[in-house]
């Protein structure tokens, strides 16, 4: 894992000191808030429904045991004892007090964490593949480039009042687990005669206008990527319209000009940046590479024993094959059945942190879909890290399955929401709770915005809910057809609304035509995209 | 009727202006009238409230209830968490938020 340097630690700790007395300024009367407000949200504050929500980095979703304890503290000192992980990798805490915030900064700080680049009109903190460092099927380790992209972006002076927010995403595999088309620039890294590049992709996003990200260059050298993204930043930050912040997303621009011409402004304008110099010399570029060596792999390759069918149905489900013989992936599910999605008790939070450190080379990672990853677990492991986590409510089989729902805070929490998420994805959870009937309808990517906003990634769930406001009361849409994954697709609306009861039913309806339906190995988002929207419809509609 | 709400501005907690002062609790809330923005900007200045607004409410037995559905969940709090509303002994407190 990377390690803060004195300047990451000076400036991280500079900005600690600076909000305080902001804060001080603020309790003060010294400044109003509407002049207070950007500078909080500059670092992550936000307010919501009932109080302060902090929205604390996780870059490209991966920290260590040390920072995981600190997260548990922070959630238990100046929280009421959970946090909420969320699609951005990061983790939110829902009752925050203004009057302690510099101090529960000065506490993250010690252990090289911030809520900087969580919010505002930057380029917010940067995602990756929770699988990086031990997919098999990746070309190169992503997180160097996550880590070079943090620190070119973290108070870079030209993009830190872009028109709009800007979420950049890093994957290295041809298998997309990072939702990287749906990012304002999607970065795969590929080979192209054994030299390391990337195809790069702008202008992708969800919200009010989803859109999948056309691919701008089929093949960036790595020793051109920072100054092409560069590029891509000044022509957005040039032409990006600030005049209305519903069409203020890069993607607005590329979709208005056309992906040719965005291309052709790109290209012009990395001539020019590429004269500046600005790619990093290839020490620099070791140097942060050597934080991500692989760990001293050493385990043999045991089989675990499956005799325990609680237990062997987990591996089926949450653990994943590792590059490395000997070893596993394993996920920890943040989706209990009837729970809230993403929430993680303090206690929880401990003990995932001391399982990194015992069993797991202490590296976790975040997932967009509000899981938790021990990325490196020697399979003679196994078994002793799933019994501590069915000892923690942490062993729920359902990774991928239609109980491993996303769901964003909605109206219990979120003051730009329209209607309450969580208790829609509590309802259908339970309805599904059977893990037989889970498993036997496979991997369904189900996903819940409370608004427009999408920040549930409805958009990109094979089912996909979407809760708006109907004269003051909660109403649920349903699309189909969506997915975040490498065959990316944006859902579309299947008919009217629904109340709460009635999108749970509906969502069952669904899963009886697929399986009456289904062929071979198909799964649900398969068969809607050969039989099309109409069976569907005609079991929901009537 | 009309409601004055806002959060504290060291706590974040979220508050209703009672007729002389601030509460938690929205049973506590007085209809504002046409008074509503003339205490909203000196309590606003005074610093005793963040990001205050007014709004619809009717009067029911049990005090004053928020018209829209987002007030009505900031009143209590999160609807998925009763331990953390501020009844969190009383199953029965958040009846009438949906």
Known sequence: MYKYDHFDQSIVDARVAEFRDQVNRRIAGEITEDQFKPLRLMNGLYL??????????????????????????????????????????????????????????????????????????????????????????????????????????????????????????????????????????????????????????????????????????????????????????????????????????????????????????????????????????????????????????????????????DFAVWLDQNVKPHKQTGYAIVNISLKPIGGIPGDATSAQIDVMADLAEQYGFDELRVTHAQNIVLPHVAKRDLHAVWQVLRNADLADANLDLISDIIACPGLDYCSLANARSIPVAQKIATRFADMDRQRDLGELKLKISGCINACGHHHAGHIGILGVDRKGVENYQLTFGGSGAEDVSIGKIIGPGFDEDGVVDAVEKATEVYKTLREGDERFIDTYRRVGLEPFKEAIYG | MKLLTGNELGSGAVTWWTGNGWSLHVEDAVDVGEHGEAVLHAEEGARRVNAPYIIDAVATPQGPRPAHIKDRVRALGPTVRPDLTLKPADPAAGDWII
Request: net charge negative.
């Open chain 1, 48 to 309: 919501q429904l009932h109080a302060y929500m902090l929205r604390v980095a996780i870059p490209y979703g991966t920290l260590d045991s040390r920072q995981m304890r600190m997260l548990a503290h922070i959630a238990r000192k100046y929280d009421r004892d959970y946090g909420h992980f969320t699609t951005r990798q990061n983790i939110q805490y829902n009752w925050i007090k203004l009057e302690e915030c510099a101090d529960l900064l000065e506490e993250l700080a010690t252990v090289e964490m911030h809520a900087i680049q969580t919010s505002g009109n930057c380029i917010r903190n940067i995602s990756s593949d929770q699988y990086a460092g031990a997919a098999a099927d990746e070309v190169a380790d992503p997180r160097p480039w996550a880590e070079l992209l943090r620190q070119w972006s973290t108070f870079h002076p030209e993009f830190s009042y872009l028109p709009r927010k800007f979420k950049i995403a890093v994957i290295a595999s041809p298998e997309d687990r990072a939702a990287m088309r749906l990012h304002d620039i999607g970065l795969e890294l590929v080979r192209q005669n054994g030299e390391l590049g990337a195809r790069v992709f702008v202008g992708g996003g969800m919200g009010r206008t989803p859109m999948i990200a056309p691919e701008i260059n089929p093949f960036v050298k790595a020793d051109d990527l920072l100054s092409y993204i560069e590029a891509c930043l000044r022509v957005y930050n040039r032409y990006g319209r600030r005049d209305n912040i519903y069409k203020a997303r890069i993607k607005i621009l590329v979709h208005e000009i056309g992906a040719d011409e965005y291309r052709r402004q790109v290209a012009e304008e990395f001539a020019h940046v590429k004269t500046l110099g600005i790619d990093p010399p290839l020490a620099e570029l070791e140097r942060i590479s050597a934080f991500f060596a692989p760990p001293a792999f050493d385990a043999a390759d045991v089989e675990p024993d499956r005799s325990d069918p």
